[in-house]
């Protein structure tokens, strides 16, 4: 069974809705016409879900064109402590966004086409605006980075377009993730229907995989030389490196030569990471499924096994190391969920789906422990007394309260431990 309630996308949890307009830029896979609402907290899956990459208003509607909602979601994590990385990803206009202060590890993506261009609901000016205020003006910092996507054919992935956007990065100390176009048969459509003649790169096709030809990722790659910026082909890369994480948290570093880590600024990071892990004798982990740690020379990665991916690279099939053996079949999002809390890769066969088994999520005791737990840790004063830890306990008990649950249990519950210490049981 699969958990329908809560969104997952390769590289983020998903909290947010879906809008009735955006920018309408036209090479975006997401068309509006399916509405979403995802509101669920991480947490309130599985506690270790705290740790979780999540994206905020990434479904169809900018988050800076829903700013209320977009605080809202913010202000939610916040008060439930989240700790991974909260990424707002945005073409929109970063003033409209109040330099107010979160508790939270905040990433502002700023996603731009690298050029103007009538494909595109952004512009440079914007681009160029966002930075600058985040660099300069803002009075809360947060992280934040440039999100060059698409690169499209013949369409913005000149040399000229792209050391224009290095140079930008250049000034704005912002790192650069970078990725092609994909493209679902719906969009395929639309592109027919609108007379939209993107092209994919040589010897690709249009689909999942967001492939720019190597010569357009050398210009990156040379670019990113000539000025001493950071670019990444993953944003679970960037975001890794933004935010101080001990290596990529997608675990991309099992396609060393694809995702080309001998020029990443994270490689030692991610190469440690790698070392630790395969001398270490753990043999079993915090994951909801049977499994064993496994060592493998050349395992091949399962959607190239399948078909489901028809342009693998070598390294697709000569995956190296220890990973994660799973018997049963899970979902995709089971697979990235456990390579955001583990580092391991899986080998296991899965079923594509924005959904996690429900074998994640924990049973309501448990549920409730954690949130006592919490809301303790999450005290921000130094001297109290125990008014203060009854006070704490019940905001944290008070969501759980029901008419079987009720606050004379815990009251009962209360007494009796006393009594179990003070000799009056
Ligand atoms: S070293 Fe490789 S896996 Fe690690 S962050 Fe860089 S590109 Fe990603």
């Excluded at 979601?73 to 945005?90: F, M, Q």
């Excluded at 040399?159 to 990725?179: R, S, T």
């Excluded at 630790?276 to 915090?286: K, Y």
Aim: charged share 25%; hydrophobic share 35%.
């Amino acid at each position: 069974m699969q958990l329908t309630d809560s969104c997952f996308t390769k590289s983020f949890y998903m909290m947010g809705q879906s809008l009735k307009g955006c920018l309408n830029c036209s090479y975006c896979r997401l068309t509006g016409k399916e509405q979403s609402k995802y509101e669920k907290l991480p947490s309130s899956i599985n506690p270790l879900f705290r740790q979780l990459p999540v994206a905020v208003n990434l479904f169809y509607g900018d988050p800076l064109l829903q700013v209320e909602k977009t605080i809202e979601y913010l202000r939610a994590l916040e008060a439930d402590n989240h700790k991974g990385p909260v990424i707002i990803i945005t073409k929109g206009e970063i003033w409209k966004f109040p330099d107010i202060k979160f508790d939270l590890d905040l990433h502002f993506a700023f996603s731009t086409f690298g050029i103007n261009s009538k494909y595109d609901g952004g512009s440079l000016r914007t681009l160029n605006a966002n930075l600058s205020s985040m660099k300069n003006d803002r009075i809360h910092k947060y992280q934040y980075s440039i999100e060059f996507r698409p690169v499209i054919k013949g369409i913005n992935d000149s040399q000229e377009a792209i050391e224009n956007i290095v140079k930008i990065a250049k000034k704005y100390d912002a790192p650069i993730g970078f990725c092609g176009l994909q493209v679902t048969p719906e969009l395929a459509n639309y592109f027919k229907e609108n007379n939209i003649n993107f092209e994919p790169y040589e010897g690709y096709d249009f689909g999942l995989k967001k492939a720019v030809s190597k010569e357009v990722e050398d210009i990156f790659y040379n670019m990113s030389e000539k000025y001493n910026v950071p670019v990444f082909r993953k944003t679970s890369c960037l975001i890794s490196y933004s935010h101080g994480l001990n290596r990529d948290y997608n675990a991309h570093y099992y396609r060393p030569n694809e995702m080309r880590c001998s020029k990443c600024v994270m490689n030692n990071t991610c190469k440690s990471f790698i070392q630790e892990r395969d001398i270490s004798e753990v043999t079993s982990l915090n994951i909801p499924f049977k499994h064993t740690i496994i060592n493998k020379d050349k395992h091949v990665c399962y959607l190239f096994k399948s078909g489901v991916c028809k342009f693998a690279n070598p390294d697709c099939t000569n995956i190296k190391g220890k990973l994660i053996k799973i018997e049963e079949r899970i979902t995709s999002s089971d697979v990235r969920v456990i390579k955001w809390l583990t580092g391991y890769t899986v080998d296991c066969e899965f079923d594509e789906s924005e959904f996690i088994s429900d074998k994640w999520s924990v049973g309501k005791f448990a549920q409730m422990i954690d949130s006592i737990k919490n809301q303790l840790e999450s005290i921000q004063y130094t001297n109290g007394d125990l008014s203060d830890i009854g006070n704490e306990i019940g905001i944290s008990i008070a969501k759980h309260l029901t008419e079987d649950n009720n606050v004379n249990d815990f009251i009962h519950g209360v007494k009796h431990g006393i009594s179990l210490i003070d000799g009056t049981h």
